[in-house]
DNA sequence: TGCGTATATGTCAATTCTGACATATACTGC
DNA sequence: GCAGTATATGTCAGAATTGACATATACGCA
């Protein structure tokens, strides 16, 4: 379980309907998980689409290369709005942006 | 102008283009503001809709009413990440959430 | 007026994120 | 085998975010 669920849980005080919560919970995070990955797919996408290394991002986005790995990968360590500027970054339209979106979740709705 | 282009543009070290970067930046920047904005709008739907105050949702998020407040004001402190979160805590489906996502994005287009 | 409820704003310690660096892996062409 | 290029993983100091608290504002109602 990893630090985010934890804090929640604790800063709830496990106070009612402990295994409802749980499951809530588990379900949120799911879906905030599923989201950052459709996101790290979609850079992926532009980036290649556009031929720029990851090292050639992160110049652009004043990153490293390291970082951007990470991006792609959906680390833990990474937030929606980072993922959401390596996208801009690359260039890509707001359409292509809006597409990040809605791309892989269906495939979970 | 805000800590994070300050940040963005420091780490460029204003290298090249010195005037294009600068509106790169500015344009990428606003695209970034309008979503969080659009996402916030979103949230303040999806909390009237289900008659839930502020207090409520942060119970349920395991926050606080007054960084509800902030999260539905967009305010620089919030991320998106968290307003997801907030979105998902109303209970809002997946479909609503991505709509939020494209919700306000046309006025812009 | 005073009270209750809802929302907004300022501040801050503790937690989390970020860029940077070192290093590792994988693939290509020589 | 050995460069060169691209990507991945671990770590960490410095910077940014978060929940919490205090407090302020706004509205309705008796």
Request: aromatic fraction near 2%; charge should be positive; proline fraction near 1%.
């Given at each position: ?13 496990w ?21 950052k ?20 991002l ?52």
């Open positions: 379980m990893n630090t985010a669920k934890l804090k929640r849980l604790r800063a709830a005080g106070k009612i309907g402990t295994a409802k919560d749980f499951l809530k919970l588990s379900d949120e995070e799911a879906m905030l998980v599923e989201l990955l459709s996101l790290a797919d979609a850079l992926k996408q532009a980036r290649q689409k556009r031929r720029l290394s990851q090292m050639d992160a110049q652009r986005m004043g990153s490293s290369q390291s970082r951007v790995a990470k991006i792609e990968a959906a680390d833990p360590s990474v937030t929606i709005d980072l993922i959401v500027r390596a996208i801009l970054a690359t260039g890509a339209t707001r359409q292509e942006l809006q597409r990040a979106f809605t791309a892989k979740e269906k495939m979970v709705a």
